[in-house]
């Protein structure tokens, strides 16, 4: 079983930064694939960004590309997800999410195991 506990989420003005955070435990970290996936009311989950066991491979949704960055420390069991010039289509409750696949997380935006979420809100 793996646990995981996001923080982070708050509220932020339009082109402002958050950086938010996963902590995971309960089993061997740095085997899984992690990913961040977000919801705003009234969409769908929508995949964000993925990175595989090492850290060596990132994915991105085309919407976030070039403004977030997902990283990980396998030595403190924990992943980030740095958001600059946050817009506020942008606004969502995000989780985080851990997967034996990365490409599960990626092209079919499931995870075997899920944090209960974080609220990010970008203020025009």
């Known amino acids: 079983q793996v646990q995981l506990v996001e923080s982070g989420g708050g509220l932020v003005q339009a082109g402002g930064s958050l950086r938010l955070s996963c902590a995971a435990s309960g089993r061997t970290f740095s085997t899984y694939a992690m990913g961040w996936f977000r919801q705003a009311p009234g969409k769908e989950r929508e995949f964000v960004a993925a990175i595989n066991w090492s850290g060596s491979n990132t994915n991105y949704a085309d919407s976030v590309k070039g403004r977030f960055t997902i990283s990980r420390d396998n030595t403190k069991n924990t992943i980030h997800l740095q958001m600059n010039s946050l817009k506020p289509e942008d606004t969502a409750v995000y989780r985080c999410?851990?997967?034996?696949?990365?490409?599960?997380?990626?092209?079919?935006?499931?995870?075997?195991?899920w944090g209960q979420g974080t609220q990010v809100t970008v203020s025009s």
């Open positions: 999410a851990a997967d034996g696949s990365l490409i599960t997380i990626v092209t079919m935006a499931r995870a075997d195991y």
